[in-house]
């Protein structure tokens, strides 16, 4: 399966930010997906993931409240809503699936990997 990521850019503290990973070439309701980050000069790091029917949901804990992970079965897509968004969150973002009913917060774990779409937040 092919992942496309889409959806970043630039933003102020405080502000919002919805990404995209369209999926492509394969079954996507077979596959968890999981979103993960990587800062520059940082180990890349679990963000948030969804089971493969969209029902359960799982999120590192620095971002809980503010970011939501969902899915669209219909239209192949995943989403991770980014709200009151901090510079901290500031890096790559990657989608990530797995071909599995549950995800895993380890990125060695999944299977097939989208470009990354940066996301800065200025203080």
């Known amino acids: 399966v092919q992942l496309q990521a889409s959806g970043g850019g630039l933003v102020q503290a405080g502000g919002s930010l919805r990404l995209s990973c369209a999926a492509s070439?394969?079954?996507?309701?077979?596959?968890?997906m999981g979103w993960f980050r990587q800062a520059p000069g940082k180990e890349r790091e679990f963000v948030a993931a969804?089971?493969?029917?969209?029902?359960?949901?799982y999120y590192e804990d620095s971002v809980k409240g503010r970011f939501t992970v969902s899915r669209n079965n219909a239209k192949n897509t995943a989403y991770l809503q980014m709200n009151s968004l901090k510079p901290e969150d500031t890096a790559v973002y990657y989608c990530?699936?797995?071909?599995?009913?549950?995800?895993?917060?380890?990125?060695?774990?999944?299977?097939?990997w989208g470009q990354g779409t940066q996301v800065t937040v200025s203080s």
């Open positions: 990530a699936a797995v071909e599995a009913l549950y995800p895993t917060t380890g990125w060695d774990r999944y299977d097939y």
């Open positions: 070439g394969g079954t996507f309701s077979r596959y968890a």
């Open positions: 969804v089971d493969r029917s969209g029902t359960f949901t």
